[in-house]
């Protein structure tokens, strides 16, 4: 039998019952589109993690104060609390390690802004000029603090998009403006750029000030709350982070590594505990939808299971003028696999405009990946093969005499 | 030539053995026209499905052209059929919603033949079998009784077999058109020289062929080429 001819009574097959063939090809159309839709979500969401995760900065490791500990029990004031780390410890780090980049420290605080007619409690970062490389942060209008800012200690403030539009309004441009942190005036010297979300807390509601100023009028005190050191490229972060925790121990002292008074923290760790987490969303999604695609499957096997029955007689004539078993058999198991081709390619279409329309009214962040539209493929042609494998065999199994009598 | 030696079938229900047919032997030349007759529950039914390779005997020897089918697997029986016989059945078993052509060309879609050669050999046993040329796109389901076992007769002959197996052909038919029906077959073999085998009940069908071959309870009873004198008896 020739292979155009198997595909020609395959269409003369299922166009006789167009109704029921559309029906089961719509349940496979279904499964393939929800595989497609639960992965593109689930890949969207990892990518969308992972650009989250890379605004903070890059190749970033974050030191911060830890809980101090002394000998016997003490009421702790939780970790970050401990003033341990200073400028000096950060001039350290930059000045010793080659694989390092910038070194940013900071001394952070929330505090009542008021402008002249508005108030918000935000954060009031002091930091340096060498913030925005290790940050990524760039700015909109104005300029970012200066060392010269810093080394007089100026009463001058860079802010961010979304602290401006609770003090100012949306869209106007503060440069020159005076606000008040914690009662004294600052004057605006810039305005940053939005960032946009940031999984862990918003980087545009903000104001920043020059470290010295803020260890002088906000903080009182000479230390600093955070180190923030960006790493040359992403696989030297490791070893920068190993080699800022031994320069710390030994420049405060202290010989056993699990007493130490400070915490750092790799961006890279981060990131691969956030992707394990979409992972793992991933697969749950996918596996729901795979369920949708086994039922699909189901309603093929039962479709052909019907269509033998009802063809008995048409299976007996065709043996009983020649067809072989592996002839009958082929043409059902044709018919199955054509049945799951036409729903998945459906499907694949179906699911990657769902997707896109998702994605375009802004629901969710979805991305449509080669390997999913394959792996539906795949899927729905080994469900055709596997579903109309019982059926096919039936078929070709039917006795001619015994068939040519069914009524 | 068909030659079959002491077949016998032996249908086993339990621990009863039926014999739907014992011993059987004859002989039928190329070119016969010959009825087997019988009443029903004779074995006829039987000896029709061994002689059209649906089937094999429990115990004796079939040979069709010189070719022993009565030992042949499943696929190899297919094969005998697709090449050697052609079916006519009673209930007609033609595609329902197939066109004429597509209904008789449909043996040699198992054979591979190439399309145009399909066409073209099912238009000559068409005409051979005597339908119209303006039936040929007709669904069968829009032809006449008569019409339609005329394009089953179309379908048997269009692989060009040695034998035509016709099982009640005019049992689904009225008088009139069964007596056109059966004009046709013996115009098959009188004029094209087919060896056609005729499975009836009817003593007004078996009329038609040169010979009769009558069975019951699974055996040979008589075996006339002269079967006026049979009826009249």
């Known amino acids: ?407 | 030539m068909i030659e079959v030696k002491n077949i016998s079938k032996i249908y086993q229900t339990g621990d009863i053995e039926l014999f739907a047919l014992k011993n059987v032997s004859f002989k039928i030349e190329d070119g016969e026209f010959v009825a087997i007759m019988g009443p029903s529950g004779s074995g006829k039914s039987t000896l029709m499905h061994i002689l059209g390779a649906l089937d094999t005997p429990t115990s004796g020897t079939y040979w069709l052209d010189g070719k022993d089918v009565s030992t042949l697997s499943e696929d190899e029986l297919a094969i005998i059929r697709r090449d050697k016989i052609g079916f006519v059945f009673q209930s007609f078993n033609l595609l329902p919603r197939a066109t004429v052509l597509r209904n008789v060309m449909l043996p040699l879609v198992y054979e591979g033949v190439a399309r145009e050669e399909r066409e073209q050999r099912a238009r000559e046993s068409l005409q051979a079998a005597g339908l119209d040329e303006a039936h040929f796109g007709h669904l069968s389901n829009q032809l006449s009784g008569g019409q339609i076992q005329r394009v089953a007769i179309a379908r048997a002959l269009v692989n060009n077999p040695s034998l035509i197996l016709a099982d009640e052909p005019t049992g689904n038919l009225d008088t009139k058109t069964g007596e056109i029906v059966l004009g046709t077959f013996q115009k098959l073999n009188q004029e094209k020289g087919r060896t056609i085998i005729l499975i009836t009940h009817e003593h007004e069908v078996a009329e038609h062929a040169q010979r009769i071959i009558f069975i019951r309870d699974g055996g040979i009873v008589s075996d006339q080429k002269d079967h006026h004198q049979l009826i009249i008896q």
């Open chain 1, 1 to 407: 039998m020739r292979f155009t001819d198997i595909l020609e009574e395959t269409y003369a097959a299922l166009s006789t019952n167009k109704a029921r063939s559309g029906l089961t090809i719509l349940g496979i159309v279904i499964g393939i589109s929800s595989v497609i839709v639960m992965l593109a979500i689930g890949q969207g969401a990892q990518s969308s993690i992972q650009s989250s995760i890379q605004s903070i900065g890059s190749n970033l490791i974050i030191v911060m104060p830890g809980a101090q500990r002394g000998p016997g029990t003490f009421v702790s004031a939780g970790r970050g609390s401990a003033r341990t780390l200073t400028l000096d410890d950060a001039n350290a780090i930059a000045s010793q390690f080659s694989d390092v980049s910038a070194v940013a420290p900071e001394v952070s605080g929330r505090y009542q802004v008021t402008s002249k007619s508005l108030n918000t409690n935000t954060t009031v970062d002091g930091t340096v000029p060498s913030y925005t490389s290790v940050r990524n942060v760039t700015i909109d209008s104005g300029s970012f603090i200066s060392d010269l800012n810093n080394s007089g200690a100026a009463k001058v403030a860079v802010i961010g998009p979304t602290a401006r539009d609770d003090l100012f309004g949306t869209g106007v441009d503060p440069v020159g403006q005076i606000i008040r942190i914690n009662k004294i005036e600052f004057k605006i010297i810039g305005l940053t750029k939005t960032k946009g979300g940031g999984g862990f807390g918003s980087q545009d509601d903000m104001i920043f000030i020059p470290l010295t100023t803020a260890q002088r009028y906000l903080s009182g005190n000479q230390y600093v709350t955070t180190i923030s050191v960006a790493a040359r490229d992403a696989k030297s972060t490791a070893n920068v982070q190993q080699e800022i925790t031994d320069l710390l121990l030994s420049r405060h002292h202290i010989s056993d590594p699990t007493a130490a008074d400070f915490n750092t923290l790799n961006q890279a760790d981060i990131a691969s505990a956030a992707s394990s987490i979409a992972q793992i969303f991933t697969i749950l999604l996918g596996s729901v939808a795979g369920i949708s695609l086994v039922v699909g499957g189901i309603g093929i096997m039962n479709m052909m299971l019907t269509n033998v029955t009802e063809r008995t007689k048409e299976i007996g004539l065709r043996k009983a003028i020649g067809a072989k078993g592996g002839d009958i058999s082929l043409q059902f198991l044709i018919e199955a696999i054509t049945l799951t081709f036409l729903g998945g390619l459906i499907g694949v279409i179906l699911g990657w405009a769902v997707s896109f329309g998702i994605t375009y009214f802004g629901l969710i962040q979805t991305k449509v990946a080669l390997s999913s539209i394959l792996l539906a493929f795949g899927v729905s042609a080994g469900i055709g093969i596997i579903f109309g494998y019982y059926p096919a065999r039936r078929a070709a199994k039917l006795n001619p005499i015994v068939a040519l009598r069914f009524e």
